[in-house]
């Protein structure tokens, strides 16, 4: 397994994978202007040196070996014991049990000329830190290549992040739908039937470190602000730090991968990349339930569509409706409107041939809000809210409640903005739907904002607080937005 993975980290992938594409002449202007990093190979060339593993078999059958070690495993023995079989062979490893402490096992290693020892744990994959490996041979060979490239490199290491390249390219991640489709055509005449699959990945390379170009040519780009959301990653074949440009090294866990844009890179360097995730629609599954800064990006509009295409729709037709908002709709219709929004987006159908009960689409707008993982009203500033209703003074209240509504995200405040000018209109059509700002506060307080804690008794503690937020806000949205 260690070996296949070795052999993808051949040096001959290195320079066909990043080299200038043939395709590069049918780069529109912009990406014609941009000059393609040059990948910093110090540390790839450090992990190829790195000791290869060395198994010490040991010549007698163990007693009591556990099942999932090898002939490695040599049983009770000391470390001085485990000292002379590795026999001052760099790489060198063997596995055996604690004299001290019975049922504890230790990875023996030889590197850099002694014997490291180290507690060695197995829950269904074999770990010493927070790597974990299917097998003992994988997680020796990461190890070696992290220990020679930490020793040989340290000082080189810590100063990756001085001099990074994202600043001057961008990161490269990609909105494949929009960036691929101007990278693939040319001017005069389209060439998608003649480009090879080996053109594919060249232009697949550069189109992704062009991106940040393409998207300040729309002018449609709605500028929130968005922390990536880098997860720990695991790298099949060789990759490069899309901040920094330095070797990932490593067998697994490499490095971190944005889930929302897919920018990849160290896990030091993620500290430092600017909170500017542009998330890509392939990756984005879902409408409901997915973060609201999150969507809006992805989807480049100022608002959640589903707020946008819901508010339209009540407003052409149930504005006078009797109970607007109070009254429920069949739920089963409503989760039909949900899974729409979740297949079809900004396509989704909900007119009045499809759904004629207006409360099937209030009650589903209602849903988007209560699924959001982050309520509109968001967690940080849950608090403040309701320190702000707690004032007794009118005026002082008005303003408190303004202060603490400018620290929202911008695509949460927004979003807010525009549904409570809409709930005003709701409310100036009181005399038929008999909706007015009190009663909307009670149906909208709960579902724009919920304490961090999950917690009923504050919730119930409260909810008097987070009705009177909504009903200010409705009552005086001329004035706080």
Request: charged share 25%; proline share 5%.
């Amino acid at each position: 397994m260690a070996a296949s993975s070795n052999s993808s980290l051949s040096g001959s992938s290195v320079s066909s994978v990043y080299s200038e594409p043939r395709s590069q002449r049918e780069l529109p202007k912009y990406a014609e202007e941009y000059q393609p990093p040059i990948w910093k190979s110090y540390l790839y060339q450090l992990q190829q040196e790195a000791p290869r593993p060395k198994r010490i078999i040991c010549p007698r059958e163990v007693e009591n070996r556990p099942k999932y070690y090898g002939r490695e495993f040599h049983g009770i023995i000391s470390r001085e014991q485990a000292d002379e079989l590795l026999g001052g062979v760099e790489g060198a490893y063997i596995l055996r049990e604690s004299q001290r402490q019975p049922g504890c096992y230790t990875l023996a290693l030889r590197f850099g000329n002694q014997t490291l020892n180290y507690r060695l744990f197995h829950d269904g994959k074999h770990f010493v830190g927070e790597k974990r490996f299917e097998s003992i041979h994988d997680l020796v060979t990461d190890g070696l290549i992290t220990l020679y490239i930490e020793t040989k490199a340290a000082e080189y290491i810590s100063k990756m992040t001085t001099n990074p390249i994202y600043e001057h390219i961008g990161y490269a991640t990609l909105l494949r739908e929009k960036v691929s489709r101007k990278l693939s055509k040319s001017k005069n005449e389209p060439r998608k039937t003649n480009v090879t699959h080996e053109e594919h990945t060249a232009v697949d390379k550069i189109s992704s470190l062009v991106r940040r170009a393409a998207l300040t040519h729309n002018d449609n780009h709605f500028n929130y602000e968005k922390t990536h959301n880098f997860k720990v990653h695991t790298f099949r074949g060789p990759h490069w730090c899309e901040y920094c440009a330095n070797f990932m090294w490593g067998l697994i866990a490499q490095g971190v991968r944005c889930s929302d844009c897919g920018l990849n890179v160290h896990k030091q360097c993620s500290k430092h990349v600017p909170n500017d995730c542009q998330p890509d629609l392939k990756r984005i599954k879902k409408v409901y339930c997915c973060d609201l800064t999150t969507l809006v990006k992805a989807h480049n509009t100022q608002r959640p569509m589903v707020v946008d295409i819901c508010i339209r729709e009540i407003e052409a037709r149930g504005l006078k409706s009797e109970g607007l908002y109070r009254v429920s709709g069949f739920t089963e219709h409503i989760e039909d409107v949900k899974m729409a929004f979740d297949r079809d987006g900004e396509k989704a159908d909900i007119s009045a041939n499809v759904y004629p009960d207006i409360n099937i689409i209030t009650g589903a707008l209602k849903l988007y809000f209560r699924d959001l993982p982050i309520p509109v009203i968001t967690y940080d500033t849950y608090s403040k809210f309701i320190d702000a209703a707690k004032i007794s003074n009118a005026d002082e209240r008005l303003e408190a409640i303004h202060e603490v509504l400018m620290l929202l995200p911008p695509a949460h405040y927004e979003t807010l903005r525009y549904l409570m000018i809409h709930l005003k209109k709701v409310t100036m059509n009181e005399k038929d739907n008999f909706m007015n700002a009190e009663n909307l506060g009670i149906v909208f307080g709960p579902t724009l904002m919920r304490p961090p804690e999950d917690s009923t008794l504050t919730t119930l503690h409260d909810m008097r607080y987070q009705k009177l937020i909504v009903q200010i806000l409705i009552e005086n949205e001329d004035v706080l937005f």
